[in-house]
């Protein structure tokens, strides 16, 4: 019997969850971090997007045992709160009740927690050890410390887990030992972050329940709120063009974007013009690789292996699901090398369905939440579900209230956008539907739909 220990990198959302994951199952797990413990230093802000916690995130929680602390400190959203010029805010429910909402969680309290929960539960972090060299052949590791460039060596013979995030050191020296077919793909879009404080009351200053979106075509701002009663704001513009981060370079130019584009917003973020000015731009990109694994000697999870635009809110709850998929495959697999070949066989092809479907959630949220044709399809989709449960689920619900696989829910949201745009072509309303027609494309189609248990 082997035993159970392995290395982490990375103490973010992902290594903190699956080290309490594994550390409860009793492995003894260590892991490295190469930024100071926030808890002392405070959380690095500023380039973080808050996190939409969905069923699958929620589950992976409930799997270590941590879903109540989490809970605590999230916020409900029942829909998209969609701010159109001229117009009163419109909600788009996600689902059909408050059971069917997805919470925000801020990213720096949120990665507290899991990184206090870990340690809990036997996890040893080192804090201020970034990787710098691996030798995979040997079983040696160089760590520096930045505060004085000071190296730390160690010799290891269990694996190595690579949790640290897009721009992944342990992925880095993989690369540098075995190609891994590497590619990343950026958005011709970039973001800014700013914050709405409490009202003076103490209160939220808009509808806490809801993830605020002001479309504009080829850009957009989102709000999502916190427990602490502030939301978070993200700017989305393109790197190019009018108005772009190209065009859009202090604080005084961010006031006139917003006074023209979200002048309903501007009076909520009093700080725009400091926050746009202390704040740099985030990149957006999809990260691709050919493979994850170095055999049983190392593996990536989460961003490290598959980072994705953050436009369906699922980067975090994908790599949650990744967690729990591989702790459960070290526990059934004695060999390592064919539970990280499992891990990958079983995962890669629902990290590129979420991938994709992140891409084209972008433009919906940008460009078609105020459009009468997509209004009008989602109108009837609700109409479908109703008259075929079970058998016709929305995109949405599939992908963030049930624990089916990316890629079946990616086969069958395309077979169903089929359906809902030809049978909504050439109609303003519903009324002229033929619903005769359309329940046999269902039925013909789209098998019943079970869950995953």
């Not at 160690?154 to 640290?164: E, Y």
Request: aromatic content about 8%.
């Amino acid at each position: 019997m082997r035993e159970k220990q392995l290395i982490i990198v990375g103490a973010g959302l992902a290594g903190s969850l699956l080290a309490t994951l594994l550390c409860r199952r009793g492995w003894q797990v260590t892991v490295y971090e190469r930024r100071g413990d926030p808890r002392i230093k405070g959380y690095e802000s500023g380039r973080s997007i808050n996190l939409a916690l969905a069923e699958r995130g929620r589950h992976a929680l409930r799997r270590a045992g941590v879903e109540d602390a989490v809970m605590a400190q999230a916020v409900m959203m029942r829909g998209r709160m969609v701010h159109v010029p001229g117009e009163e805010p419109l909600l788009q429910r996600y689902g059909r009740d408050d059971s069917e909402s997805i919470w925000s969680v801020h990213r720096a309290d949120l990665n507290l927690t899991l990184l206090e929960l870990a340690e809990q539960a036997g996890a040893q972090v080192h804090f201020y050890r970034r990787l710098h060299t691996v030798d995979f052949g040997a079983g040696y590791a160089r760590f520096i410390d930045d505060r004085d460039d000071q190296p730390y060596d160690i010799h290891f013979d269990v694996p190595l887990i690579g949790a640290d995030g897009a721009g992944s050191a342990l992925r880095a020296a993989m690369n540098r030992w075995s190609p891994l077919g590497e590619r990343v793909e950026f958005l011709d879009h970039s973001y800014k972050e700013l914050e709405i404080p409490p009202t003076a009351a103490g209160g939220f200053a808009i509808e806490p329940n809801a993830l605020h979106i002001w479309p504009r075509g080829h850009y957009m701002c989102i709000a999502l709120p916190n427990h602490v009663k502030t939301f978070t704001v993200t700017l989305f513009l393109p790197n190019e063009g009018e108005p772009s981060f190209a065009s859009v370079h202090s604080g005084a130019d961010a006031q006139a974007l917003f006074e023209r584009e979200f002048p309903d917003a501007l009076p909520l973020i009093p700080k725009l013009r400091e926050d746009w000015e202390n704040h740099p731009p985030g990149l957006l990109g999809t990260l691709y690789l050919d493979r994850w694994r170095l055999g049983g000697r190392a593996l990536l999870l989460g961003d490290a292996a598959h980072a994705m635009v953050p436009f369906h809110g699922q980067g975090m709850n994908c790599a949650f699901e990744d967690c729990v998929a591989l702790a459960d495959l070290l526990e059934a697999n004695d060999d390592v090398n064919a539970a990280f070949a499992a891990f990958e066989n079983a995962r890669k092809p629902n990290a590129l369905a979420i991938q994709k479907m992140a891409l084209e959630n972008y433009v919906e949220m940008r460009d078609r939440v105020d459009d009468p044709d997509f209004l009008l399809q989602r109108e009837l989709e609700r109409q479908l579900q109703h008259r075929h449960p079970g058998r016709f689920v929305p995109h949405y619900t599939m992908v963030t209230f049930m624990r089916i696989p990316y890629a079946v829910a990616l086969r069958r949201s395309e077979v169903q956008r089929g359906i809902l745009v030809e049978a909504t072509r050439g109609h303003a309303t519903l009324d002229d539907i033929d619903w005769n027609a359309v329940d046999a494309q269902v039925r013909a189609r789209l098998e019943p739909l079970q869950d995953t248990a």
